[in-house]
Each structure stands twice: as C-alpha cells, then as structure tokens.
C-alpha cells in the first residue's frame, strides 16, 4: 500500500462504517467500507442461483468487480455497473456470511481492497482488515458493542421498531453471525495484537469518532478532534 490507512474492525452492527465514515471525511481520507465488496458478490451469487462453493468457484474468478473512487469513499461497480442499493436487505445479509467465508472471495476482496489503498489514504472497514489485508496499517480500531445493543441499532438501520421480541431474535441472528465469522477457517473475525479496542456500547458515535481521531493524531494522521 502507498496510502496511510487506519483499519476499523468489529462484529456486525458494532458501529465500524458509520465510525469508518465519518473518521476519513474528519481526516480527508477516502472511506473503504469491505462489506460492500462481499456484499456484492453475494447479491450475484443470489441472482444467478449460485450460493454453493463449487458453482462459485467458477463464477468469482471472471466476475468483473472493481473499485470505484466516489465523493470521499470507495463504491463498488460490477460487470461495469454501479452495485446500487439492494446491499443491505435481509437477504443479502443472510447469505454474506456463507459467501465471505469462500477462500477465493476473500482473496478477490483482498486484492480489491488493497488496490483501492494504492489510490489515496484510506480509512478500512470490516472484520479482517487490521489483521489480514493491511497488517502494516497505521491505526487499528477493533470495535465492540454488547450484542442487543447491536441488535437494537440494526434494527434502526432496517427501519424495524425495536421491540424486546424484535430485538431478542435479532439478538440471535448477529450472534449466530459473530460465531461463523469468528470460527470460519480463513480470515476470522479476531482483534489484531495491536489494534485499540474501543466498547461503543454506551458511546456516542460522535465519542467514538473523537477518541480515533485523537488516537490518529497521536500517530500523525491527522489533527485531534475539536
């Protein structure tokens, strides 16, 4: 990489795009958000029906995906295509998990990624950043959050009511999620050695935001918040 980049990582729903975002456009660093990438491959693996491991191994290595420098972050085009909306839905969410564990997408991503930080300065999230596609990043954030905080916060993010029941089954879904993305055999969900950990579970996201950008200050990259 010939760009500075701060890598953000945390389990589903902890907070790392929002924070990720928010922290480059302070900085002036373009964001990365990793799941978009996955996410993508996953809504064509839906499309054309090909969710197994064989039926994608064939498909990946020719699907034209690249990076695309957006208004202060990095979107994804495929098969010359803006990805679009559609990302997000529950369908999609329900299936990235299985697709991102796939050995040849996550190398894929990781070329991909890695290409978006020989662009410019680069602030990365997802769940293997500071430990597998940028070991040598100049700040590592590992974000946490008790998980029916995160339940609750994605349900916001699907425009869902919070309900004790609602948040209850979401609650179930994401640790069902944190334990296939921690135990997959490539690339696990795991804290880098010298990632900073950062509990956002009673935080602010504007708090969030103020502690790394001290933190990056410290390291010079950037001025500390105000």
């Known amino acids: 990489m010939s760009g500075k980049v701060i890598a953000i990582d945390g389990p589903a729903a902890s907070g790392k795009s929002t924070t990720a975002r928010r922290v480059a456009k302070r900085l002036g660093f373009l964001h990365v958000n990793s799941g978009l990438f996955y996410r ?38 495929v098969e010359g295509e803006a990805a679009g909306t559609g990302l997000q839905d529950r369908e999609v969410s329900g299936h990235v998990s299985t697709v991102s564990a796939y050995g040849f997408v996550r190398d894929r991503v990781l070329t991909l990624l890695r290409a978006a930080a020989e662009l410019a300065d680069v602030v990365c999230d997802g769940r293997d950043i500071g430990s597998v596609v940028f070991p040598g990043a100049s700040l590592k954030i590992f974000l946490v959050a008790d998980v029916r905080e995160r339940a609750r916060r994605r349900l916001l993010d699907y425009q869902t009511d919070p309900s004790d029941e609602a ?58 918040a105000g």
């Open 167 to 224: 948040i209850s089954a979401e609650a179930e879904r994401l640790g069902a999620r944190d334990r296939a993305d921690s135990t997959r055999e490539r690339a696990p969900l795991m804290r880098a050695p010298d990632a900073v950990e950062i509990d956002t579970t009673n935080l602010t996201p504007d708090a969030v935001v103020r502690h790394i950008l001290d933190l990056a200050a410290e390291r010079g990259l950037g001025v500390r």
């Open 40 to 77: 993508a491959i996953t809504r064509v693996a839906l499309r054309e029906g090909l969710i197994g491991e064989s039926e994608l191994r064939c498909r990946v290595p020719e699907l034209e995906i690249e990076p695309v420098i957006g208004e202060g972050f990095v979107d994804v085009r």
